[in-house]
């Protein structure tokens, strides 16, 4: 049977997976009532191991009698903190939470390929492992699930991994070898003055004219210590402090962000930023704590994974994307093994709204040229 004729007898069951999952987002880490769904779903296609990693995540193993590698599949499984507006019948039923990032539709992906692979276990030259993974969202679960030895027993030899895209038409299929994605760390600051009343300003210490002065030096990382053919973005998203109109702020916080794809620009932006600390400390007499976390490394495709992706794609269909700022941790699993990261088109219509916009929509036709790449991938036609 042709290929795409194959895919195409699972769109039934790939839109009702996607539209009871969209029924359910839940936050990063907490995803049971998702869990519990999916394991139901898995046990049906009886793969030969099936775990629970890292909380709320998943692993389905299918063996190959005489298996060449292990190859992984990833799909992230949590939605975002905000209230749907599709109107669609098939509505998040819980209040606050959306599949707004298209993780529904990853999720539906995986589990309707892991349906393909059960349909044709006979043919299997690889041992093929999907991971349902916790916490994508600003919680690194591709870590966590990995330091939960989700990536081994069997060992998995090469990863791959999808993302759904508004900006990319219906059936196109994005990537490039090597940096495809930006690394991103958070950041908070905090700055600690002395309160006074506001009619006697020389008696306190004011925290907010130093944040002030901080945001701008801040600024002038990238354009005068950042070598301008790396790119790297500082970003201070927001900013808080004082208690009233009429007191010297004793206190003040930034939140920001910082993000790049060389590990060395990530260690001189650190620096710089720390250096800057000690020169508003020194100027102001306040004193400033520098706290940052949630650092996701850049993704960074394996040529020879990629190269695989890029042979399974029809060239009509292939696009070779520009490095992008937006960050994915897919990565931590590429600082393991050799994998590859994908995005595919979903652009169609009226289903033009970006990710984490509370319209966010795609038709579930678009899924199966997803899971059409996964076949290919492990070329597993009569």
């Known amino acids: 049977m042709n290929i795409r004729a194959s895919i195409n007898k699972h769109f039934d069951y790939i839109r009702k997976i996607r539209r009871d999952l969209h029924r359910i987002p839940e936050e990063s880490m907490k995803e049971y009532e998702t869990q519990k769904y999916l394991v139901n779903e898995l046990k049906k296609l009886h793969p030969d191991k099936l775990d629970v990693f890292a909380g709320t995540g998943i692993r389905a193993v299918f063996f190959a009698e005489n298996p060449k590698e292990t190859i992984g599949f990833r799909a992230d499984m949590d939605a975002l903190c905000m209230r749907e507006n599709t109107g669609h019948d098939y509505i998040s039923k819980n209040e606050g939470m959306m599949h707004a990032c298209g993780h529904d539709g990853h999720m539906s992906i995986l589990l309707t390929f892991g349906r393909y692979i059960s349909e044709r276990r006979n043919l299997l030259k690889q041992n093929v492992v999907l991971i349902f993974q916790p916490g994508e969202e600003g919680t690194g679960g591709a870590k966590i699930i990995i330091d939960d030895g989700a990536l081994k027993n069997p060992d998995i030899d090469k990863m791959f991994g ?4 508004p900006s990319l038409e219906e059936g196109k299929v994005g990537t490039r070898i090597g940096y495809l994605m930006a690394s991103t760390t958070e950041f908070d600051i905090d700055i600690k003055g002395v309160t006074a009343h506001g009619a006697t300003p020389h008696l306190g210490v004011d925290a907010i004219v130093a944040a002030s002065q901080l945001v701008g030096q801040l600024q002038t990382i990238v354009s005068r210590e950042v070598d301008p053919l790396k790119k790297a973005v500082v970003t201070i998203g927001k900013m808080t402090g004082g208690d009233t ?3 010297i702020a004793g206190n003040a916080k930034l939140e920001g962000i910082f993000r790049a794809y060389d590990d060395a620009v990530v260690d001189d932006i650190n620096k710089a930023i720390e250096d800057r600390l000690i020169g508003i400390e020194k100027s102001f007499g306040v004193k400033c704590s520098y706290s940052p976390y949630a650092h996701y490394p850049a993704v960074n495709n394996d040529e020879k994974a990629t190269r695989q992706v890029m042979n399974a794609v029809d060239s009509d269909d292939l696009i070779i994307l520009e490095p992008r700022m937006i960050a994915e941790d897919f990565s931590f699993y590429q600082k393991e093994i050799p ?3 994908m995005f595919l088109g979903i652009k169609k219509g009226q289903y033009v709204y ?6 966010f929509d ?13 076949a290919r991938l492990l070329n597993l036609e009569d």
């Open 162 to 165: 999808i993302h759904l895209d």
């Open 245 to 247: 109109r009429n007191i």
């Open 339 to 341: 994998a590859c990261f």
């Open 354 to 359: 970006p990710l984490h916009s509370n319209q």
């Open 362 to 374: 795609f038709e579930e036709h678009s899924l199966l040229y997803g899971l059409e790449v996964y």
